[in-house]
């Protein structure tokens, strides 16, 4: 496990933090005839967290969420990764608390701990230049294997020596997926340990950290028996993720649909009957978004910011800007659609391709910002080319590009093959800009299809995954958008009203805490 010296700390900071506790009881016991309520303290464990590190929805998540929780209540803190591509005015505020020796594998590595207090939130951040060098956060997956199999168990050795015993270790995605692991074996005879609950979030079902029983086990240090059909083994390899999701106390998924979709074969990725067995220990809890960062009436990045109270007059001001910024003929009156998005196969973007040649017809603008598979990229470089006038492909990422975009788009286009909770069609639905999306995880379970008979919905939506039903959700939207402007006003002061803020998300959470 850690240095023997490490357990003798860990051993003693337990039983002092054990003894005060008991002695204020005693105290309020004597003279007030109460007990002291214990706070609850919940470590999140994560590859990524905003704003140090980002490439997906992980990271809003474990930056945002931490923050909402009442501090009365919890102490909520965040340990991650120190990568060498945390930007400098982060990694200059860092404190250095402690190092020690840790035994993993066949190795004794060097674990630091550096320390940063952020908006509120204490965050460490586990140190090791050998693994968290770089420009970019990962890269191979058989080197990222053994990366996230030292950053699990770092992130348990570095409770006591940094003198914070949590009762709940939330752990994110396969990159934390041995924590309920090695909490359950390797550290289960220890008292600091001793009553600890995990529980385990999963952000994207197709991403498990598999690889060769052999290579885990020896990158891992975990012994034999965890590499076995009903733990970690998949058809002969191993998953960090699915060992997390059979140690753990309790799974979390980002959305309820999602939750119901992975225990089917489609969705499962090969553990749906895992996630059938433990459907009672399984919740599924929509994402939020940060309602600070994203609100139109004080975006400081949009050209011209607006409410729900005025959008009518000045969203159609950003739209104008926006075309001018990407090259396309300026026209307030055009139908402009929008993606923001990875660029890959999970994303929808095959329909796109079938029927993009009939989205660009006389009045609509179609603009793409994102990166990702190169068929994607050239496919909207291409479309560009031949449609200079109505398509502007942005390939690169720009958080002040997707503001604009929020601001300035008509519509949103979200037509995923599956989406564990999505992001995207939250942002867009607080900025008045209607979203179209694929019936799928949390894009289900947050946009109401638009009903003309009764005048309600948020935005349109397709259920089967098909190029042409796509294609009659965009244009079932342009008719609206044309011929109905009191309806389509309407659809958006819906969608702006709509709260998927972390407050309504944090409620739950507090109940699934209190539930271990």
């Known amino acids: ?16 933090y054990m003894y005060k506790y008991d002695k204020i009881n005693i105290i309020l016991e004597l003279f007030h005839g109460r007990k002291l309520e214990k706070m609850k303290k919940v470590a999140y464990i994560a590859s990524e967290c905003v704003p140090f590190i980002k490439t997906g929805g992980l ?4 930056g945002t969420l931490p923050k909402i929780f009442d501090r009365n209540e919890y102490d909520v803190r965040v340990i991650m990764p120190n990568y060498l591509c945390i930007p400098n005015k982060y990694r200059e505020k860092m404190q250095y608390l402690t190092h020690f020796y840790m035994d993993i594998g066949y190795k004794n590595d060097y674990v630091g701990v550096m320390y940063l207090e952020y908006e509120g939130v204490k965050v460490y951040f586990i140190d090791n230049e050998y693994y968290f060098n770089g420009f970019t956060p990962y890269g191979d997956v058989k080197w990222d294997i053994e990366k996230f199999s030292f950053f699990s168990k770092a992130a348990l050795c570095i409770l006591p020596a940094v003198g914070f015993q949590p009762d709940i270790l939330h752990c ?5 997926g041995l924590v309920p692991v090695y909490l359950k074996t390797l550290f289960a005879g220890n008292p600091f340990f001793s009553g600890m609950k995990s529980v385990m979030t999963i952000h994207n079902l197709q991403f498990q950290g598999k690889w060769d029983i052999d290579t885990i086990k020896a990158d891992s240090g975990l012994p034999d028996y965890v590499f076995t059909p009903d733990k970690l083994e998949v058809r002969k390899d191993a998953s960090m993720l699915k060992g997390g999701l059979v140690y753990a106390d309790k799974i979390t998924t980002v959305s309820n649909t999602y939750a119901r979709e992975i225990q089917t074969p489609y969705y499962g990725e090969g553990l749906d009957g895992l996630l059938s067995a433990r459907w009672q ?14 609100n139109p009436a004080t975006d400081p990045q949009v050209y011209k910011n607006y409410s729900v109270d005025n959008f009518r007059e000045l969203k159609k001001i950003n739209k104008v800007e926006l075309q001018k910024e990407c090259g396309l003929p300026q026209d307030d009156k055009q139908f402009v659609i929008g993606i923001i998005s990875r660029l890959t196969d999970q994303k929808g973007l095959d329909l796109v391709d079938r029927i993009m040649n009939d989205i660009c017809c006389d009045g609509v603008q179609f603009i793409v910002l994102g990166t990702g598979d190169s068929r994607y990229e050239d496919m909207f470089r291409y479309y560009q080319g031949i449609h200079p006038a109505k398509v502007s492909a942005n390939i690169y990422y720009s958080d002040e590009r997707s503001h604009k975009m929020y601001a300035g788009c008509d519509v949103m286009l979200v037509p995923s093959r599956f989406e564990p909770c999505g992001l995207t069609q939250l942002m867009a639905l607080r900025y008045g800009t209607v979203p179209i999306v694929r019936e799928t995880g949390g894009l289900k379970d947050t946009v109401e299809p638009y009903n003309q008979f009764e005048n309600t919905g948020t935005g349109f939506s397709f259920a089967n995954y098909n190029a042409y039903e796509l294609l009659d959700a965009i244009n079932y939207a342009k008719e609206v958008y044309y011929n109905n402007k009191d309806a389509w006003y309407g659809i958006q002061e819906r969608g702006m009203r709509m709260d998927y803020s972390w407050y309504n998300s944090a409620k739950i959470y507090n109940d699934l805490y209190n539930s271990l």
């Not at 990271?59 to 474990?62: G, N």
């Not at 929509?286 to 309602?291: F, H, K, R």
């Open 172 to 176: 994110h995605d396969w990159q934390a």
């Open 1 to 16: 496990m850690c240095s023997s010296d490490l357990n003798k700390m860990q051993v003693l900071y337990s039983l002092n």
């Open 59 to 62: 990271a809003d998540v474990v």
């Open 281 to 294: 220990s399984l919740w599924g809890i929509v994402n939020g978004i940060d309602y600070d960062v994203w």
